[in-house]
């Protein structure tokens, strides 16, 4: 996990907290890498962050051959700080499970238009 240390507000004992802009406006970022975790959450005042949002925090706090993820947890696990944050995951001696590509789509047709295929 990467601390991208130009942003950082406040810094912890396994982390920090960070303001980070993108698009006209900042990102509200905690990141901590501890019992054997590596998390970020990410929230903003209004809204929850959007997928190119959460993919900029991806890239910034992991490496690119790293895989992170969201959970959606069994409803009886569900603990709300805050209406608009989002959490990625990655655990530090455990490979995260990936689903074949095919079940998501064709690499050839991706970034191409929808109407084309």
Not at 8 to 36: H, K, Q, W
Not at 42 to 51: A, G, H, T, Y
């Amino acid at each position: 996990m990467k601390f991208p240390d130009k942003y950082i507000i406040e810094t912890g004992i396994d982390g920090g907290m960070y303001s980070i802009p993108f698009e006209g406006r900042d990102l509200n970022v905690i990141a901590s890498n501890g019992a054997n975790w590596d998390h970020v959450s990410v929230s903003l005042k209004n809204r929850c962050p959007n997928w190119r949002e959460m993919c900029f925090i991806k890239d910034l706090f992991f490496e690119e051959n790293e895989v992170a993820m969201q959970l959606h947890p069994a409803k009886d696990d569900y603990i709300n700080m805050h209406p608009y944050c989002l959490h990625l995951w990655r655990a530090h001696n455990v490979e995260i499970p990936m689903p074949p590509s095919i079940l998501v789509g064709f690499k050839w047709c991706q970034n191409k238009n929808p109407d084309a295929l």
